[in-house]
């Protein structure tokens, strides 16, 4: 069975006068342990009622209570069972109470002899796991409300509801409970008018009051019930010095508490800055860093919402981007903030520190309502419209460079203080994402400079290549065909001519090579003068087609289609370098496309004031993941060595550095292999034109 009624509370209701009192579990220990020593040292034979909230406090002073049990046979023990604990007659009385029973909660001793009487009765404020009970700094810190007293008749009601609880769990104990009954309480039933009148809840049947002999306490004699006057010995009361006593263990207990809670906060702050380190650590995405850091701040000191946005001191806005919300707090998230001309943003840049404002309703940077100042306004429209009733703003810095903004808002009704240790706490962290931010930039930087490293290394390779190749092949050529003219003088006139012509091609190979090297190099280290002029478009297009004709004249060329007409309005470049230009895809298409295909030149006048030259072949096309790769130096599609058209891969590239220079854009199209290539290239107009 399992008895749900507080004796706390049936000891209250009989004394309503009373007030619990709050004490600490090492206090009860040192009071219980008090009362002990009492009767360990007094001569007296007392009623001892001990109960113990489990079996393990039990255990603890077990050996105590068989001492005590050497002076007295009125010693009952309870406890909730957890293994040996079990009802038993030894020594002493054990009284083994369901988990569930109300005593499970609470911590009793009840001490009365004729000289003294003591009681204990508290009940646990507040129950702790069985995890925290094993903690002894936890278990220290317990906290318990109830009476501890000397007085007589409170001990005495507390007794017999004690004796009464015992009843239900050991009726077989009657006999020795009237005695005790008899000798310690007077009659069970007939109490004076400050006993208890209620019996204890699931008592299963009454003590008959006959059985006991009616006795009250008077001074230093003892009246019984028929008449007679017993002397009793001097009443001891310790109860000053053991006040005192308690006062100091209360007062060391709550510093100690306190130590602890200090200890607990600091480390959970290091432990929320260790982990947002160690989690900002695990990424060098900037992105992912911010969030990370969001999230565990915001839940880490439990504000109602928190957002950390990128932004430099010079910046005008910022999105926000990441933040934390506690439930029922409206999102800012993809919201604008305004940078420049806002006072507290300023002022933080200012200072390069945090900034804490604890009311925003008293704040005169936000208050000043008859002010006409655009910046207040719309501080005052924040903090209505984003319901900011405290605000604390801290910068995320890397020497002295602002990297963004952390900011914490307390929304609910009633303003909050912020305190020194949650403005350092979040200082720490900021500190620590901006180390984490600049490694996270710089780790960037270095990938992107990986990049172009690597990039760099397939040029040198590709130049390797290319230029062994290319100046290999005709070098070979030449060198055979010299030696054939010098060791064979008798050779005829027609075929010392072919040699000649031969030996002369691949010199005007190597030239053209060396001549594109050093055309892209000036290009690009920006050494070339230009000379801007007025052009008519069409007319640099039938030359560039007729260089490609009588550079080709021996070859069979694809059919070229010049669609361009002489009313297209005047240019405004450098002639010489657009020929270039001309010249190099018209000579690019004819080396992809075979004899009987066809190359074709457009030109359409694009919004932007620029023509764009438009040069279609049907020949081997590009496939479309290489439209972007075939402008950059030395690309070569089919690789280095294993080309079935000439060239250094330069053509393109001088195309792309010469319309660059311009000002105009060049693309490639392509619908991929063997569907033909379309390059387009923009010109600007004449000036004046554009301006018209």
């Not at 109602?304 to 981007?321: G, N, P, W």
């Amino acid at each position: 069975m399992s008895i749900s009624k507080s004796v706390v509370a049936q000891l209250l209701q009989s004394h309503q006068s009373w007030r619990p009192q709050m004490y600490f579990k090492s206090s009860l220990t040192a009071l219980s342990h008090a009362m002990e020593d009492l009767v360990l040292a007094s001569s007296d034979i007392p009623l001892v009622i001990a109960s113990f909230q489990r079996e393990r406090f039990y255990r603890q002073e077990a050996h105590r209570y068989r001492r005590i049990a050497s002076k007295t046979s009125q010693v009952y023990v309870l406890a909730a069972p957890e293994t040996d604990f079990k009802n038993s007659s030894d020594v002493y009385e054990t009284i083994a109470f369901e988990p569930t029973d109300a005593l499970a909660q609470e911590w009793h001793l009840v001490i009365i002899s004729n000289s003294y009487a003591s009681c204990l009765f508290c009940q646990e404020k507040t129950a702790l796991s069985s995890e925290d009970r094993k903690n002894s700094a936890m278990d220290g810190s317990r906290r318990f409300e109830g009476i501890w007293t000397f007085d007589r008749q409170v001990c005495v009601d507390a007794a017999e509801i004690m004796l009464k609880r015992i009843l239900v769990y050991r009726p077989e104990l009657k006999g020795k409970i009237n005695e005790a009954c008899q000798t310690y309480l007077g009659d069970f039933s007939s109490t004076g008018e400050n006993r208890s009148p209620q019996a204890a809840e699931g008592l299963s049947s009454e003590v008959s009051s006959e059985v006991y002999t009616p006795r009250s306490f008077y001074g230093g004699v003892t009246v019984t019930s028929q008449g007679t006057k017993v002397p009793e010995s001097p009443v001891i009361n310790p109860d000053p010095f053991v006040q005192r006593l308690l006062n100091y263990l209360q007062v060391g207990q709550y510093k100690l508490l306190k130590a602890n809670k200090s200890l607990a906060l600091k480390q959970e702050r290091e432990h929320l800055i260790n982990s947002i380190t160690t989690a900002i650590r695990r990424s060098l995405d900037t992105e992912e860093i911010l969030r990370v850091v969001v999230q565990q701040l915001g839940e880490g000191l439990e504000v109602c919402r928190c957002l950390v946005y990128r932004c430099s001191e010079d910046d005008a806005i910022a999105t926000i981007k990441h933040e934390f919300l506690s439930p029922g707090i409206d999102s800012l998230k993809g919201k604008t903030w305004q940078l420049k001309d806002n006072p507290l943003f300023e002022e933080v840049v200012e200072l390069r520190e945090a900034l804490t404002i604890d009311n925003t309703d008293r704040d005169p940077r936000i208050t000043d309502e008859t002010s006409t100042n655009e910046e207040q306004k719309y501080l005052q429209n924040l903090v209505k419209t984003c319901s900011i009733s405290s605000w604390l703003l801290v910068p995320v810095l890397y020497q002295d460079r602002i990297l963004g903004m952390m900011e914490l808002h307390h929304c609910q009704e009633n303003p909050l203080v912020w305190k020194e240790e949650d403005v350092a706490l979040v200082n720490a962290i900021a500190t620590q994402v901006g180390v984490a931010l600049i490694q996270a930039e710089a780790y960037a930087n270095l990938e992107e400079l990986n990049e172009q490293l690597e990039a760099l290394d397939r040029t040198r390779s590709n130049l390797v290549a290319i230029t062994g190749h290319e100046l290999r092949t005709p070098l070979s050529t030449i060198q055979v065909c010299l030696e054939s003219l010098a060791s064979e003088p008798d050779m005829s006139p027609e075929l010392r001519q072919v040699m000649l012509n031969t030996a002369l091609a691949d010199a005007d190979r190597m030239r053209k090579l060396v001549q594109d090297f050093l055309t892209l190099s000036q290009l690009e280290s920006g050494r070339i003068e230009w000379h801007p002029e007025l052009l008519s478009l069409s007319e640099c297009i039938d030359l560039a087609v007729s260089n490609v004709r009588a550079r080709r004249n021996k070859q069979e060329l694809p059919q070229i289609v010049n669609l361009t007409t002489s009313e297209l309005p005047l240019i405004e470049v450098d002639g010489e370098w657009l020929v270039e230009v001309l010249a190099k895809l018209l000579d690019n298409a004819c080396k992809f496309t075979s004899s009987d295909g066809k190359i074709t030149i457009n030109v359409q006048l694009k919004k932007g004031n620029n023509l764009e030259v438009i040069i279609a072949d049907t020949g081997r096309g590009i496939e479309p993941n290489r439209l972007e790769k075939v402008f950059d130096r030395f690309y070569q599609e089919e690789g280095a060595l294993r080309r079935s058209a000439g060239g250094t891969g330069l053509g393109l590239a001088i195309c792309r550095q010469i319309v660059n220079n311009w000002g105009g854009e060049i693309w490639a199209e392509s619908a991929g292999k063997n569907q033909g290539s379309v390059f387009h290239f923009t010109i600007p107009l004449q000036l004046s034109q554009s301006k018209n």
